[in-house]
């Protein structure tokens, strides 16, 4: 027990020593800087860790704003393409309204989906399950024919241009008394035949389409006169025509049912 107390007692005045001459402010200080020091290079390193990580996530983040923007981008884009779709639509159906073409005929709006030129045929997307049938005409809103369905599916049709070699059918010049003979050339050419010779026409004169044969109704506009040849054997005269169905620049026609 007394060697307890006096170790006690040995102790205190040791400490007591120390702190009267600064060392254990010394030893403190030690210590603090120390702590100081690692603490600083921890947080240094989990400051860098945490940045690390955020650059994860913000770049994640980044990455899925740029996609849902190209997303919104494509539909905004689709939309535009409808909009632009039914803008046309309504300009061909205003011109349709124009030269009163609705009074005459039901009409069916259609768009051309395939070209084929140089086989004058073209295909449109309207077929059976829309009412349409062979043989029905197809014209612009302007009123000028383009052909007739020639074959029909049920979502789709195939037209036969005026141009096709297969196509024939009556027709009259403007301000005369005569029926002609309207006859495909391939190529987007036209011809008229049988053309009486005493009949004077000549290059501008407007050809339309005749009851006549019951294939096309009367008054639709087929073009103008661009030549005419004339034979001295022969009893008839022949004239090129520049149809005014120009197909390579159209995308929306009418079937007339």
């Known amino acids: 027990m007394k060697k307890y107390i006096i170790t006690i007692l040995i102790l205190v005045i040791v400490f007591t020593g120390l702190n009267l001459t600064g060392v254990i402010g010394d030893v403190k200080n030690f210590s603090y800087n ?3 020091s690692t603490q600083k290079i921890v947080w240094q390193e989990g400051a860098k860790k945490l940045n690390f990580i955020n650059s994860i996530f913000e770049a994640k983040d980044s990455q899925d704003r740029v ?3 190209i997303k919104k981008n494509k539909s905004l884009r689709a939309e535009l393409v409808k909009l632009q779709s039914l ?14 073409l609705n009074k005459e005929y039901e009409l069916e709006f259609s768009q051309i989906i395939s070209k084929n030129v140089g086989g004058d045929y073209i295909l449109i997307d309207k077929g059976r ?16 024919l383009c052909g007739k369905i020639d074959e029909v599916y049920d979502n789709y049709s195939k ?4 141009s096709n070699k297969k196509s024939v059918f009556s027709a009259k010049l403007e301000g005369k008394e005569i029926e002609a003979s309207a006859k495909g050339q391939g190529e987007d050419r036209l011809k008229l035949d049988l053309i009486p010779k005493e ?59």
Not at 159 to 162: A, E, G, K, Q, R
């Open 129 to 144: 399950e829309d009412g349409i049938k062979k043989d029905q005409p197809v014209v612009t809103s302007e009123k000028v």
């Open 159 to 162: 037209v036969m241009l005026i």
């Open 199 to 257: 009949i004077e026409i000549g290059k501008g004169d407007m050809v339309y389409t005749s009851q006549l044969g019951g294939l096309y109704p009367e008054g639709l506009l087929v073009g103008t006169i661009k030549n005419c040849n004339s034979y001295d054997l022969e009893p008839y005269k022949e004239a090129e025509v520049e149809l005014d169905c120009k197909i390579g620049y159209l995308d929306n026609l009418f079937i007339l049912k």
């Open 34 to 36: 120390l702590f100081a």
């Open 87 to 100: 803008k046309n639509e309504n300009k061909e159906l205003q011109n349709a309204l124009d030269v009163e």
């Open 67 to 69: 996609e849902e923007l």
